[in-house]
């Protein structure tokens, strides 16, 4: 099965359950993707001890997953693309919805 993932939220929490959640899909075997939009791209910004949220994208990145972020969003927030967090577009996020069976966001 093919997951995409939709984050638009900084709340370190629901990133972190995102990211944990896209993990538990790529053990399942499931392909999965995840777009960062909004807010979504602060995700490096807002981990923390008790939210770890960049050691959880990087078990998801070191698992086999993906990660998109909107080259909009990032750049109207003054940041730098990264591995972890890079350049995309509409038309990558069109992509993943149409592509996957099923699409969830947080």
Partial sequence: MKIGIIISDNDEEKCWNA?????????????TKIFLMGKGV????????RFNTIEQAEK???NGGKILA??????SRNQKASEMCPLSTMKDV???????DKVVCF
């Fill in 42 to 49: 602060e995700y490096e910004k807002i981990s923390n001890v």
């Fill in 94 to 100: 069109y992509d993943i919805v149409v592509e996957s």
């Fill in 70 to 75: 909107c080259g909009t969003c990032i750049k």
């Fill in 60 to 62: 998801f990145l070191s």
């Fill in 19 to 31: 990211f944990r959640f896209g993990i538990f899909c790529l053990e399942q075997r499931d392909e």
